[in-house]
């Protein structure tokens, strides 16, 4: 027993041995927590992902990919090996929403350009790349209500197919206090976009993102640090809606995922 314990003490010491993990299974539209050594470098999809002092790293999985996952381990000795999981597939609904203005569904020409001015924008704030670390601390609610969308469903607009849903939408009255999920810093506060009407977007660190729209209030600046449950707007019926809710959505470097998951149980 000594013996073999010291001889897994010389291999940590050397670094070469590859350590790092992967948590729990893989799944579309998931985040995936795993651990790395401190002599280790992880990489996904050609980017350094940020590692935590306890060794915690994240990445998203998005809503469609398929086949594995592989994650590239850089060792102190620049020996490269890699992780591999099996991407498991999920069953998604279709909704559909008739009765919208079809300037919504079909917006004219000069519309269409301030939506590819409002998407631009809202990219930069999904690009965010801090070593922080809040998303390990969790995510709680941020307003309770009952839930009338859900991440993944197909949405079918006055009959025409769209995107897919990629959040979490929460019925709310309008003029709710809308808390912070987690703690970080706010990378986009506009009070009226097209789509999303008033919208906050709070980068948690690593990459992590959360998302709140349709405010009819926001009460927050772009660069204002928040801390988990902190209210930073009220809720509403702005943008594309088709009445008064929460729409939440969760990302990694605007990669959009799922935050059921991620949220307590509901009583």
């Known amino acids: 027993m000594v013996i073999r314990l010291l ?3 010389a291999l940590v010491a050397a670094g070469g041995a590859r350590a790092a993990t992967i948590d729990g299974e893989v799944r579309q539209g998931r985040l995936v927590f795993g651990h790395a050594e401190r002599w280790e470098e992880i990489r996904y999809d050609g980017r350094v992902l940020h590692v935590a002092p306890d060794g915690g790293f994240v990445l998203g999985i998005g809503r469609d990919a398929a086949g594995e996952l592989a994650i590239e ?3 102190d000795k620049d020996k490269v090996t890699t992780l591999r999981r099996p991407i498991l597939t999920q069953d998604w609904d279709i909704q559909r929403i008739d009765g919208l203005p ?3 569904v079909n917006p004219d020409p000069e519309t269409q350009e301030r939506i590819k001015w409002e998407r631009s924008r809202i990219q930069a704030a999904r690009q965010a790349d801090r070593a922080a670390f809040d998303w390990q601390a969790g995510f709680r609610w941020p307003a309770t209500g009952r839930i009338s969308g859900i991440y993944g469903s197909q949405r079918i607009l006055n009959g025409q197919p769209r995107q897919p849903h990629l959040g979490l939408d929460v019925a709310v009255p309008t003029g709710t206090p809308i808390k ?3 703690a970080g810093r706010v990378t986009l506060a506009a009070g009226d976009l097209y789509f999303t009407g ?3 977007i709070i980068d948690h660190g690593a ?3 959360t998302l709140y729209a349709h405010l009819s209030r926001v009460d927050v600046s772009e660069g204002q640090a928040v ?3 902190q209210t930073i707007a009220l809720s509403g019926a702005t943008g594309r809606v088709t009445g008064p809710h929460l729409h939440f959505g969760l990302a990694w470097y605007g990669l959009q995922l799922d935050p059921a998951p991620y949220l307590p149980k509901a009583d």
């Open 7 to 9: 001889a897994a003490l």
């Open 73 to 75: 381990v850089r060792d």
């Open 102 to 104: 079809d300037k919504k």
């Open 180 to 182: 912070a999920a987690a």
């Open 198 to 200: 008033g919208t906050v």
């Open 207 to 209: 990459g992590v993102q």
């Open 227 to 229: 801390t988990a449950g």
